[in-house]
């Protein structure tokens, strides 16, 4: 069974940085695409980033561009999220995602697997 687990989310000033972290466990890393989507209340869920299996290619929501960067390590199984200049509107559950299918596969919401989410909330 493939578990998700995400840690590291907390409380931050508006300015500051935070890096979230998912380790996959009882499936293969590697033939995964990793991504972070992230929920505020009362909106949907929505793709902020992912990655493709190798680590080479990179997605970011517009939103997020330039601030968010996603990296993985294969040899660890896990996947990060350093997110800096956070705003206020960065303020959300972030939930790690797996996909067997691509990046395309991910960003229509085709996800095989989701961590259980972490609190991220931006204090202005």
């Known amino acids: 069974q493939v578990q998700l687990v995400e840690s590291g989310g907390g409380l931050v000033q508006a300015g500051g940085s935070l890096r979230v972290s998912c380790a996959v466990s009882g499936g293969t890393f590697s033939s995964y695409v990793m991504g972070w989507f992230r929920q505020a209340p009362g909106k949907e869920r929505e793709l902020v980033t992912a990655?493709?299996?190798?680590?080479?290619?990179?997605h970011y929501a517009d939103s997020v561009k330039g601030r968010f960067t996603i990296s993985r390590d294969n040899t660890k199984s896990t996947v990060y999220l350093q997110m800096n200049s956070l705003k206020p509107e960065d303020t959300a559950v972030y939930y790690c995602a797996a996909s067997r299918g691509f990046i395309a596969t991910m960003r229509a919401r085709g996800v095989d697997y989701w961590g259980q989410g972490t609190q991220v909330t931006v204090s202005s």
């Open positions: 990655i493709n299996k190798d680590g080479n290619y990179r």
